[in-house]
């Protein structure tokens, strides 16, 4: 099976960096998916790791280390508008659809 | 705007009822995902369709049911509406079997049921 881990809540200031973490346990892994998803809305996707190392987008940046199960997305310059929960999702050979995790909560703070 | 459309947007009905959910897939994708996401809570994979064909199953109830048709769009029944079937439910399409690089899960803005 698939064991995907990550905080429950997390709270920042405006214009600061966060980060959020991101663990998991699968076989045949095939890459890692970041989304965000406002209260009541649709996720929507941020970003995609399938080889070890930083990918960028603009203020957000996703990292992967498959050896260690271990992601995390950064996002620089908080705006109140970052406000919302953030989904890990681990994508392996064997079965076709995403995994996700239960999400992280984030609230940015004045 | 995703490109997934499903409809209705909101949905209030009894227990004991049953409803359809109605999900169009983005232009060329052949995948169809239906998921499941109650209050506060992730979200939980119901089904995959592929091509009109079912790929994976999670965590759906007997009572739920679904399919793709040949024009990929998708449906998902439910039956036998109990009051724990609130929720928001999502369907994701991507072009491929499997999302990869360039190819993600795109959702759609979810049809929110509320059982009275």
């Known amino acids: 099976g698939q064991n995907i881990d990550q905080p429950t809540e997390m709270t920042a200031t405006e214009g600061a960096i966060v980060q959020i973490n991101c663990t998991y346990q699968?076989?045949?892994?095939?890459?890692l998916f970041w989304y965000q998803q406002h209260a009541g809305e649709a996720p929507t996707f941020l970003s995609y790791n399938v080889l070890d190392g930083l990918e960028e987008k603009g203020r957000f940046s996703s990292f992967l280390s498959r050896s260690k199960g271990y992601s995390y997305l950064l996002l620089k310059e908080l705006q109140m508008k970052d406000s919302a929960s953030y989904l890990c999702a681990v994508s392996n050979s064997g079965n076709t659809p995403l995994v996700f995790g239960k999400g992280t909560r984030l609230s940015v703070i004045a | 705007d995703s490109g997934v459309t499903q409809t209705p947007k909101h949905l209030i009905t009894a227990t004991g009822q049953r409803v359809t959910l109605r999900c169009s897939p983005r232009?060329?994708?052949?995948?169809v995902y239906w998921y499941q996401q109650s209050l506060d809570q992730g979200l939980q994979f119901l089904i995959h369709?592929?091509?009109?064909?079912?790929?994976a199953k999670g965590n759906i109830l007997e009572r739920f049911s679904a399919q793709q048709f040949p024009d990929l769009h998708s449906e998902l029944n439910l039956s036998s509406l109990e009051l724990g079937d609130s929720a928001l439910y999502f369907c994701?399409?991507?072009?491929?079997?499997?999302?990869?690089?360039?190819?993600?899960?795109?959702f759609g803005d979810g049809t929110r049921l509320s059982i009275l």
């Open positions: 699968t076989s045949g892994f095939n890459g």
């Open positions: 232009s060329g994708d052949l995948s």
């Open positions: 994701a399409s991507s072009p491929h079997l499997r999302p990869g690089p360039n190819q993600p899960q795109h």
């Open positions: 369709y592929y091509n009109g064909e079912e790929r």
